[in-house]
């Protein structure tokens, strides 16, 4: 058998051995201890004859893995993806996944199903993945669009490969997507959108409509000042509101199928000014029915659905005459996020819960080219020693 490689270790008084085939590396258990040590007289073995009997049962052991390989092979065979991916999206649901999530991955198998065919799963060819892309780009989906739909894929295959489904683990390729540079909101635009949005609910002609702009202008200010997520404003339950130690706690809420994202509950600093000009108002006046942050009044979410929440905003902002740019959600966390890098990645880090610092200084540390260059030049100038140097 090509590719192989043996190494016997001791462990739990016992001889275990390494094979490795076609890539994957298999451990199996060989012998006890004391049996190797001893025969079954009793009599001690000298090491040459323990070496020799290991070599012996390394062969009987590759030979049993090599025979269970190719029934193995025939069998999955018989396996195609899209019987298989119901079995997957099952797995999905008895997890927990969201049905959201749960939808996202069946699309995607419907996706790669209709480009490339119900195929046998180790059937899968490089021509396949490659049938996919044409297929999603012939149908206008964007580059980013169809590296989600890959990943989705991709998790989809490492899953049937880490449950015997496949004796090979399929990776799909991935298409080219140019990484965009956050794109925050001018702090003009945001003040004017603030004062629209204010000028609105003093003209808001009835009760509904009201209520409506006010949850529009709650959501805006956990925009401005805390640099709160979508899914994270829209699911804020008014109980996770601590104004004494002026902070909001992101839990999950298994009402709505909201989860925090890296499924850890987190804590969230309040600004002073959102707490004094707006939170502590706010929330004194609320009603004793009230459940959510945005709430229509009777302890049900308004809008219904984040979604519903990006379209009213946006809808806001083009009457206003404001044009944002990029996302009218994220531009607004992009806004904090960019202000705070500049200062001190490390608190921006805390603020915006990213796990590792290197995605907060890859995409909000954004200094103007003239204060780098001001920057630039002061160190230069400082550690320079040219002017000592002679001129020849």
């Given amino acids: 058998m090509a590719n192989q490689k043996k190494k016997f270790f001791k462990q739990d008084g016992a001889v275990y051995c390494r094979i490795y085939i076609e890539g994957k590396r298999i451990r199996k258990k060989l012998i006890d201890l004391d049996q190797l040590q001893r025969d079954a007289r009793g009599r001690k073995r000298s090491e040459s004859q323990q070496n020799s009997l290991l070599d012996s049962l390394f062969l009987d052991a590759e030979k049993e893995i090599e025979r269970s390989q190719q029934g193995f092979q025939q069998n999955q065979e018989k396996v195609r993806v899209a019987q298989i991916g119901q079995v997957f999206l099952q797995d999905l649901e008895l997890r927990g996944r969201s049905q959201k ?17 119900d195929i046998y799963l180790d059937g899968y060819r490089l021509h396949h993945g490659h049938n996919l892309l044409r297929g999603l780009s012939e149908r206008g989906l964007a580059p980013r669009t169809q590296q989600k739909i890959c990943i989705a894929l991709n998790g989809f295959f490492k899953w049937c490969f880490a449950q015997d489904y496949s004796c090979k683990l399929i990776k799909l390729p991935m298409p080219a997507v140019v990484r965009q540079q956050p794109r925050p909101h001018g702090q003009q635009n945001i003040e004017e959108f603030g004062r629209y949005l204010h000028q609105r609910l003093r003209e808001a002609t009835s009760e509904t409509k009201q209520k409506a702009i006010l949850n529009h202008l709650r959501a805006y200010y956990l925009l401005r000042y805390v640099g709160l997520r979508r899914g994270e404003i ?16 992101l839990r999950h809420v298994k009402e709505i ?71 009218i959600l994220h531009g607004f966390r992009a806004s904090l996020a960019t202000s705070l890098a500049n200062e001190n990645p490390a608190v921006a ?15 909000y540390v954004n200094l103007p080219e003239a204060t780098s260059r001001t920057l630039l030049d002061r160190v230069s100038e400082s550690s320079s020693t040219d002017s000592q140097l002679p001129v020849k």
């Fill in 101 to 117: 999530t749960v939808k996202e991955y069946a699309c995607a198998l419907n996706d790669f199903i209709q480009y490339c065919g």
């Fill in 349 to 363: 880090q805390r603020i915006l819960r990213h796990a590792n610092i290197s995605t907060t200084i890859s995409h």
């Fill in 257 to 327: 199928g909201f989860k925090v994202k890296t499924g850890k509950e987190q804590t969230v600093p309040l600004a002073k000014v959102l707490v004094d000009e707006f939170l502590r108002d706010d929330l004194e006046e609320r009603g004793a029915e009230e459940r959510w942050y945005l709430d229509d009044g009777c302890g049900k979410l308004l809008p219904a659905s984040g979604d519903a929440l990006t379209k009213a905003l946006t809808r806001h902002a083009s009457q206003a005459g404001i044009q944002f740019q990029g996302k």
């Fill in 234 to 249: 829209h699911s804020l339950r008014l109980e996770n509101i601590n104004l004494d130690q002026g902070v909001i706690y």
